[in-house]
């Protein structure tokens, strides 16, 4: 197994506790930005809109290496994987300016440049 793969593999089981009520899954971000992927594990607590993101492993944008590394993480854990693109991302509609669900409970008013 290579470095990288032991490397996301070994975060990923001091991370994944397995608690009750929670809900797991892999997000793996292809950053065009900085040109490396990098790997989260994405928990949620039951009954609450908060959640939590660790971070597993950031690697050098290599589709070989992603590909080894891809294939050790399926080997080892069943759950989910989610893949995000940053060249595809997404407006979410209108411009945030309150969000208490994700620790922002107090006002974050957008004042575009004028």
Do not use: C
């Not at 971070?55 to 989610?82: C, F, R, W």
């Not at 060249?87 to 409970?105: E, K, N, Q, Y």
Request: aromatic share 14%.
């Amino acid at each position: 197994m290579i470095r990288e793969s032991k490397q996301l593999i070994e975060k990923f089981d001091a991370k994944f506790l397995r608690k009750y009520g929670w809900r797991y899954h892999i997000l793996v971000v292809d950053n065009h930005y900085l040109n490396e992927y990098l790997f989260f594990l994405q928990s949620y607590r039951h009954g609450t809109k908060l959640h939590y993101s660790d971070d597993l492993l950031e690697m050098p944008h290599n589709k070989t290496l992603y590909g080894q590394v891809m294939k050790d993480l399926k080997a080892h854990t069943n759950l989910s994987i989610e893949y995000r693109d940053t060249h595809h991302l997404v407006h979410p509609g209108t411009d945030i300016t309150f969000d208490a669900s994700h620790g922002h409970a107090f006002s974050t008013s957008y004042h575009p440049e004028e």
